[in-house]
């Protein structure tokens, strides 16, 4: 299966700055996906990036708050814009192949 | 609202014993299940998965049962490790998409 690098691993951010975490995959992928963990709760989809398209967002999260980059098949990135304390959670791509979705470590996110 | 539940947050098994995890979906067309192991500082990685035309799907000590008419599944594991500890997510494949369940914390303790 494909193995993704993911960073920053972990980050203490000021509020009101931007952070940007960028996953490398190690072979191309179609779709590749970006999640929330907030603490004590389930991985939440953020969006879906296709390479060559915008990304698709899911109900509660938008554009302006959650850029996201997809200039090839194998990177992409998430921009968590203008932070606040309620933004602190764990991020993690995704890339799904063939064979199932695999994930990246994720970035704990702290908002201070 | 949730779809996906793991009611249980945390589970603790003696070695060498069976470790039952539990999920319930709301949805009956889903049709596509799958359980991820997640250890600390680490991404979630897959351990099994079912399709909704079997009620059972083995590999090793891992198994998965499905209940289609009480849309509920369960994880069993036997016997249970102390490496078993760990994070487990239900999930439900939906239109190229996981929707995930919120987990339950596993300690098998020797």
């Known amino acids: 299966s494909a193995v993704i690098s993911q960073k920053p691993s972990r980050d203490i951010c000021q509020r009101g700055t931007s952070l940007t975490i960028q996953c490398q995959v190690d072979s191309q992928v179609t779709m590749m996906f970006w999640y929330r963990q907030q603490p004590g709760q389930s991985l939440t989809l953020i969006a879906t990036?296709?390479?060559?398209?915008?990304?698709?967002?899911e109900s509660g999260f938008v554009i302006d708050k959650f850029p996201i980059s997809r200039p090839n098949l194998t990177f992409s990135t998430l921009t968590v814009s203008n932070m606040s304390p309620e933004d602190s959670s764990i991020y993690l791509c995704s890339a799904w192949e063939n064979y199932g979705y695999t994930f990246g470590s994720g970035t704990r996110l702290t908002v201070v | 609202d949730q779809q996906v539940k793991q009611n249980s947050p945390s589970l603790s098994v003696q070695e060498g014993r069976i470790s039952i995890l539990n999920c319930d979906y709301t949805n009956s067309m889903f049709d596509y299940f799958l359980w991820y192991k997640k250890y600390p500082a680490e991404g979630p990685t897959f351990l099994i998965s079912?399709?909704?035309?079997?009620d059972k799907n083995e590999d090793g000590r891992f198994t998965v049962f499905l209940n289609k008419s009480a849309k509920h599944l369960s994880l069993h594991i036997v016997p249970s490790q102390p490496g078993d500890s760990a994070v487990y997510f239900c999930?439900?494949?939906?239109?190229?998409?996981?929707?995930f369940g919120t987990g339950t914390r596993l300690q098998v303790f020797p």
């Open positions: 990036a296709n390479q060559g398209s915008e990304a698709t967002y």
């Open positions: 079912i399709s909704s035309i079997k």
């Open positions: 999930a439900v494949y939906n239109t190229d998409k996981l929707i």
